[in-house]
């Protein structure tokens, strides 16, 4: 039974990483950090199959400690401080957490078992103020955001440890990817939860920030299939990861507000403290080297994906669970 170990194990991707890994017989140890307010609810309807281990992506012993007690075969590192927004008023937390955590555990794997195949949850925000559309592996970065920053020293740190120390390290670029478990302070999920709030009655409006951004949005279900077929790679490269289609935040209103026969126009107000101090306008990814060498396919389109979080956030509120 082979091993893994997921950082971020109770966020969004961790928790449809974790399932899937357990479908496929893994053993699967989450990191948590100690902590007073940790939130189990994506992934407590597994919590009885999966072991819970104590780490900090900020503590190197502790990560040591870590490898040298469950000893995994392949660590996911999908741990981070990843909204965009807060890294403005966070810069260094944002730095210590989603850049030099990430050679924190590079560094253990080294002193620990270089064997390990590590994963890296690189960003499509890296490309930030792109200079060529779509992006591809081979795009210059130019990150907007001290947290697109972050990402960036986190991917050119494992390309670094993988060439200096020959360890089976990669990066998977991964454009935008939401689900139903998406934090309420991303867009799309601020979005599906504001309109269901608002045709319930629970609410009159929705205050957004820039409209016109264009993104990449995939299905988080589909991208960690992309995950476990990089790490399983004979030889570790990196991959960008998208559909290769681009919508506004816009268009992500109008069709969530036409699913309940609402018109957007009426209850949305756009709030300049939502804006960024410098904005990523247009991201859309090629990720046809993915397609061609791992077989990986989006199977989720942009309407279904819209439509099951809509969908989802009404059932919750429904049920009397806001995660307000």
Same mark, same amino acid.
């Given at each position: 039974?082979?091993?893994a170990l997921i950082t971020g194990?109770?966020?969004?991707?961790g928790?449809?990483l974790?399932?899937?890994?357990l479908?496929?017989?893994?053993?699967?140890?989450?990191?948590?950090?100690?902590?007073s307010t940790?939130n189990?609810?994506r992934i407590?309807?597994?919590?009885?199959r999966i072991?819970l281990a104590?780490?900090d992506?900020?503590?190197?012993?502790?990560?040591i400690?870590?490898?040298e007690e469950?000893?995994?075969?392949?660590i996911?590192n999908?741990?981070?401080?990843?909204?965009?927004?807060?890294s403005?008023?966070q810069?260094?937390f944002?730095g210590?957490? !989603?850049?030099l955590?990430?050679t924190?555990?590079l560094? +253990?794997?080294?002193?620990v $078992?270089?064997k390990i195949?590590f #994963?890296?949850?690189?960003?499509?925000?890296m490309?930030?103020?792109?200079?060529e559309?779509p992006?591809?592996e081979r795009t210059?970065?130019y990150?907007r955001s001290?947290y697109?920053?972050a990402?960036?020293y986190?991917?050119w740190?494992?390309v670094?440890y993988r060439e200096?120390?020959?360890?089976?390290?990669?990066s998977?670029?991964?454009?935008?990817?939401?689900?139903?478990r998406r934090g309420i302070?991303f867009?799309?999920r601020k979005?599906s939860h504001?309109?269901?709030?608002?045709?319930?009655?629970?609410s009159?409006?929705?205050?957004?920030?820039?409209?016109?951004?264009?993104?990449d949005?995939?299905f988080?279900?589909d991208?960690v299939?992309?995950?476990?077929r990089?790490?399983?790679?004979?030889?570790?490269?990196?991959?960008v990861?998208?559909?290769g289609? !681009?919508?506004?935040?816009?268009?992500f209103?109008?069709m +969530?507000?036409?699913?309940v $026969?609402?018109?957007?126009?009426? #209850?949305v107000?756009?709030?300049p403290?939502?804006?960024?101090?410098?904005?990523v306008?247009?991201?859309?990814?090629d990720?046809?080297?993915?397609?061609r060498?791992?077989g990986?396919?989006?199977?989720v389109a942009?309407?279904?994906?819209?439509k099951?979080?809509?969908?989802?956030?009404l059932?919750?509120?429904?049920?009397?669970n806001d995660?307000l």
């Amino acid at each position: 039974m082979p091993k893994a170990l997921i950082t971020g194990i109770t966020g969004q991707d961790g928790s449809y990483l974790a399932e899937y890994l357990l479908e496929k017989g893994y053993d699967v140890v989450g990191m948590v950090r100690r902590s007073s307010t940790i939130n189990f609810h994506r992934i407590a309807h597994i919590q009885n199959r999966i072991t819970l281990a104590q780490g900090d992506l900020l503590d190197q012993v502790s990560m040591i400690h870590l490898l040298e007690e469950h000893r995994p075969d392949e660590i996911y590192n999908l741990a981070a401080q990843s909204f965009v927004q807060t890294s403005w008023s966070q810069p260094v937390f944002t730095g210590e957490a !989603t850049a030099l955590g990430v050679t924190r555990m590079l560094d +253990a794997i080294r002193i620990v $078992d270089p064997k390990i195949r590590f #994963y890296q949850a690189s960003s499509s925000e890296m490309f930030g103020k792109v200079v060529e559309v779509p992006q591809n592996e081979r795009t210059p970065f130019y990150p907007r955001s001290p947290y697109g920053v972050a990402k960036l020293y986190g991917h050119w740190i494992t390309v670094n440890y993988r060439e200096s120390y020959d360890l089976h390290a990669v990066s998977g670029i991964l454009f935008n990817h939401e689900s139903p478990r998406r934090g309420i302070e991303f867009v799309t999920r601020k979005i599906s939860h504001g309109v269901a709030r608002i045709k319930l009655g629970l609410s009159d409006e929705l205050r957004l920030g820039n409209l016109d951004s264009r993104r990449d949005w995939g299905f988080a279900g589909d991208y960690v299939r992309a995950m476990w077929r990089m790490i399983q790679s004979d030889e570790p490269v990196d991959y960008v990861v998208a559909t290769g289609e !681009t919508h506004s935040v816009e268009e992500f209103l109008d069709m +969530a507000f036409s699913h309940v $026969d609402m018109d957007w126009h009426d #209850y949305v107000v756009q709030d300049p403290r939502f804006m960024r101090p410098a904005e990523v306008d247009l991201l859309v990814g090629d990720a046809s080297k993915a397609r061609r060498e791992l077989g990986w396919e989006p199977e989720v389109a942009f309407r279904e994906l819209v439509k099951m979080m809509l969908d989802a956030d009404l059932k919750l509120l429904i049920d009397g669970n806001d995660p307000l």
